[in-house]
């Protein structure tokens, strides 16, 4: 089975400081992972995927994420916080089956950032 | 195109009873998912249909039933509602079964059992 970890429920950063996520995983297959974020009262909105391609991966809003195979990470960084980053952000990795099935993701616990002026 | 939509927004059950929640998207996607987000839990995915004419269990299926009553519409019932089930559910979709596409995901139903 799958599974995610997310290091820290609550970040909190200065406006212009770097924000660090961790996440962690377990798959028996090659993974597949995706980072969601959700601002208040919203549903869950894609912020990047890693599909195998390269391990350094960009997303909106200045995001990116690089996938360590060795460490089983794929932890998210922005190098500038903005006010606007406040929001829950969570760490997925996908239970590809094969062209029967479906995309069922397994999410980590979320972390929630607190952006200080 | 609106996307994923979902009804109703807000619910309010007395234990025992029973609601169904909607789902639709417009995207012509095959698959769907229905979830349940609890504080600290992240997302457990309940009911998934893969395509149409098929549904399957996911990690907490217990207490509700699902159907996926067209490509566009795939509806969560709860036949006796608990407390337990005091959750905010969101309905996702992706687009080409078999494909690693992004689920995209409703506004949710925040529902409250008391």
């Known amino acids: 089975a799958q599974s995610v970890t997310q290091l820290g429920s609550h970040v909190s950063v200065s406006e212009g400081a770097l924000v660090l996520l961790r996440c962690n995983y377990s798959?028996?297959?090659?993974?597949?992972l995706f980072w969601y974020v959700q601002y208040p009262n919203q549903g869950l909105q894609l912020l990047l995927k890693?599909?195998?391609?390269?391990?350094l991966v960009k997303g909106i809003n200045g995001f990116e994420a690089e996938f360590k195979k060795s460490e089983t990470s794929f932890h998210l960084t922005k190098p500038s916080a903005h006010m606007s980053d406040a929001a829950e952000y969570f760490c997925?990795?996908?239970?590809?089956?094969?062209?029967?099935?479906?995309?069922?993701?397994?999410f980590g616990g979320g972390t929630r950032v607190l952006v200080k002026p | 195109n609106a996307g994923v939509t979902q009804t109703p927004k807000f619910q309010v059950l007395k234990t025992g009873q029973s609601m169904t929640l909607q789902c639709a998207q417009d995207?012509?996607?095959?698959?769907m998912y229905w979830y349940r987000q609890d504080p600290g839990m992240g997302l457990r995915l309940i009911y998934y249909?893969?395509?149409?004419?098929?549904?399957d269990k996911g990690e907490v299926p217990n207490g509700y039933n699902v159907s996926r009553l067209n490509k566009r519409e795939f509806s969560l019932r709860l036949e006796s509602a608990a407390p337990s089930q005091t959750s905010v559910y969101f309905c996702?979709?992706?687009?080409?079964?078999?494909?690693?596409?992004?689920?995209?995901f409703g506004p949710g139903t925040r529902l409250t059992v008391t």
């Open positions: 996702a979709s992706s687009g080409h079964r078999g494909r690693l596409d992004e689920q995209y």
């Open positions: 798959s028996s297959v090659p993974p597949y």
């Open positions: 890693y599909t195998s391609a390269a391990t």
């Open positions: 997925a990795v996908s239970d590809f089956s094969g062209w029967a099935a479906g995309n069922k993701l397994t």
């Open positions: 995207m012509n996607h095959n698959s």
């Open positions: 249909s893969a395509s149409e004419g098929t549904t």
